[in-house]
């Protein structure tokens, strides 16, 4: 009887064992999702309250279309950014083209 019951008591064991091994697994891929989770949703937040501000004033950023160029245009302080490479497509036009181009970006 004894022999029976310790043969109970190893099967036991060994399933909890494997139990609690799979319960550990099943609970470290949650956090793990959740945390992946979490940071998208933080990355979104953030890219939300900057997307399209202004860097130097924090108003909207308006996108304008110049001589085939988009550039950032802010609606309160009127500063002009650039995203990347679109200054490369600037030194990339003629001299007479790029002095137009500024010209129209600065309003004269």
Known sequence: MTDDRRREDDWFQLNEKELLDAARAAREKRETERAAKERDEELKRLRDLHHMKCPKCGHDLMEETL?????????????IFLDAG???????????????????????
């Open 67 to 79: 001589e085939g160029i988009d550039v950032d245009r802010c609606t309160f302080c009127e500063g």
């Open 86 to 108: 679109e200054l490369e497509k600037l030194f990339l036009k003629k001299d007479a083209d790029r002095k137009g181009l500024l010209r129209k970006l600065i309003g004269v």
